[in-house]
């Protein structure tokens, strides 16, 4: 999937979009600039390249490749998913799971699953008016979610943490991150670019940052 652009002001566009699924993989994919304004390519926070509703579950997205996404990467909003093996290129924000649209009904509705081998290279901004750069994975309102192996570099002038979370959460395990060339600090937990967001809970969490890299 390629240049799936708006070409005005009008609907949101998605690269992958899906609502009330369950059990669906993607695997071995490549889903590239979408959701962007044709015009100018500047994006909006509401356009993806993989864009799971919180209606959906058991959602995997495996062995793929998504890059310059309008906004994410791949998003994962409510329920069990998995994101396995992929590399995500120059998205706003890389990988994430959870979203505020259920904020009001946590914690007897979250998001749970796998974060895995992710390789997340390069960010940007969402638009000159939507600046981002990060965070490489996020998360927030989550209880079970496992994050590891997962390789977030190159992004010199990040505005985010390459791995943050700045919403409640609980039962979250983060181990061996490594991250390289990436302009904010490895891992950050409550609301450090804004005071007021709600102080988070991060039951076990590790990271391991390292100044060199040899491949992806």
């Keep these: 999937i ?4 708006r070409t005005g002001g009008g609907p949101h566009v998605q690269g992958v979009y899906a609502e009330y699924c369950e059990n ?9 600039h979408c959701g962007r304004l044709a015009a100018d390519d500047s994006g909006t926070i509401f356009n993806h390249n993989f864009y799971f509703h919180s209606s959906c579950a058991n959602m995997t997205v495996t062995n793929t490749i998504t890059a310059r996404a309008s ?3 791949i998003q994962h909003r409510k329920n069990y998913h998995v994101s396995r093996g992929n590399v995500v290129i120059d998205c706003p924000l890389g990988i994430t799971f ?4 259920y904020a009001g009904s946590y914690p007897s509705q ?8 992710n390789s997340v290279i390069g960010a940007t901004d969402i638009s000159a008016g939507e600046p981002r750069k990060g965070p490489g994975i996020g998360f927030g309102y989550a209880n079970g979610i496992t994050m590891s192996d997962n390789i977030i570099a190159h992004c010199a002038t990040a505005g985010y943490e390459a791995i943050r979370t700045d919403r409640p959460s609980t039962n979250v395990t983060v181990t061996d991150t490594t991250v390289y060339d990436w302009g904010q600090p490895a891992y950050g937990v409550a609301g450090t670019a804004d005071p007021d967001e709600p102080t988070v809970t991060v039951e076990t969490a590790a990271t391991t940052a390292v100044s060199t890299i040899s491949d992806y």
């Design 2 to 5: 390629y240049d799936c652009n």
């Design 24 to 32: 669906v993989t993607f695997d071995e994919c490549l889903v590239d």
């Design 71 to 73: 906004a994410t990467g």
């Design 98 to 101: 959870g979203h505020d649209d």
């Design 110 to 117: 979250y998001v749970s699953g796998i974060c895995q081998s």
